[in-house]
């Protein structure tokens, strides 16, 4: 039966009990809730902020559809009512997930496009936003605190205000950090911090690599979890970041960083003017 049958379209089709539950914003929650347990129609009411006589019709819908059956003053759903249920919270995370993905596709790389779906159910976006422009970098400082090993290519995020603070402290504590950037960032950072910089180059636990031809994007390997980030040279904001611990994303993560850490150099930071 092809997509642009009639049957396709009729209200007790697939597609018809779909539309039936998006329409209104009470129903899915609705069956969700009798999924956990049975519950009467005053406390539907509550919890889904519709009056007495809109979750009756609704309950009698669902009654018809055999999603939910009544247990004295209650309703409970059934075993048809949980499957439904089910797929619906499913794809309502997956649209929300897509809805994150498709604001910041265009900076995304592809290997994280090109990942399969399940996968960007896992992904944390953060992005900065007019009235709060440090929210990537306040993720990451929360990520921060949970880490032991930071391995970071491009790590904008990691040295701006207010993070920076809080490197240097992990860095303190004994977090082991090694740094990958172009040369050029890494002496205008040393030149702008330089007490800050000359305390960290002395810790051993803090190794500091140059490469050139980075990738447009950052990428931090923080223990289990990976680190994207969009860096914009001309506001010197990081506009957003990707965090997940997802194997797939990690691996690839891994091969990113291991092919430009296999050929950089250590920094050698330029000596002070006598």
């Known amino acids: 039966m092809g997509p642009n049958s009639t049957a396709f379209r009729t209200p007790d089709s697939p597609i018809g009990d779909i539309a039936y539950l998006a329409r209104s914003e009470?129903?899915?929650?609705?069956?969700?809730?009798?999924?956990?347990?049975?519950?009467?129609?005053?406390?539907?009411?509550e919890l889904t902020e519709v009056s007495s006589s809109t979750m009756r019709r609704t309950l009698a819908e669902f009654e018809d559809r055999h999603w939910v059956h009544k247990e004295g003053y209650e309703y409970a759903a059934t075993r048809l009512g949980e499957t439904v249920a089910a797929g619906m919270s499913d794809l309502l995370d997956l649209v929300e997930t897509e809805q994150m993905v498709r604001d910041n596709w265009h900076w995304l790389p592809d290997e994280i496009r090109e990942a399969p779906v399940e996968t960007w159910t896992g992904l944390t976006i953060t992005v900065a936003e007019p009235d709060a422009p440090y929210r990537p970098v306040d993720r990451f400082k929360s990520?921060?605190?949970?880490?032991?090993?930071?391995?970071?290519?491009?790590?904008?995020?990691?040295?701006?205000?207010p993070s920076f603070d809080h490197l240097c402290r992990r860095i303190d504590e004994g977090v082991d950090v090694t740094l990958i950037d172009r040369p050029n960032c890494h002496a205008y950072f040393v030149s702008t911090y330089p007490e800050q910089c000359s305390k960290l180059l002395e810790q051993e636990n803090f190794t500091v690599l140059?490469?050139?031809?980075?990738?447009a994007y950052g990428t931090g390997l923080l223990d289990e979890r990976v680190v994207v980030t969009a860096y914009e040279e001309e506001s010197g904001t990081v506009q957003a970041m990707v965090d997940?611990?997802?194997?797939?994303?990690?691996?690839?993560?891994?091969?990113?960083?291991?092919r430009y850490a296999a050929t950089a150099r250590p920094f050698d930071p330029p000596r002070p003017l006598e």
């Open 143 to 161: 990520l921060l605190e949970q880490t032991s090993t930071i391995r970071f290519l491009r790590p904008e995020v990691a040295l701006m205000d």
């Open 210 to 215: 140059e490469a050139q031809d980075l990738p």
């Open 244 to 258: 997940t611990d997802d194997p797939t994303i990690r691996e690839w993560a891994n091969t990113v960083y291991d």
């Open 26 to 45: 009470h129903r899915v929650p609705a069956l969700l809730a009798l999924t956990e347990r049975p519950r009467g129609r005053p406390e539907l009411c």
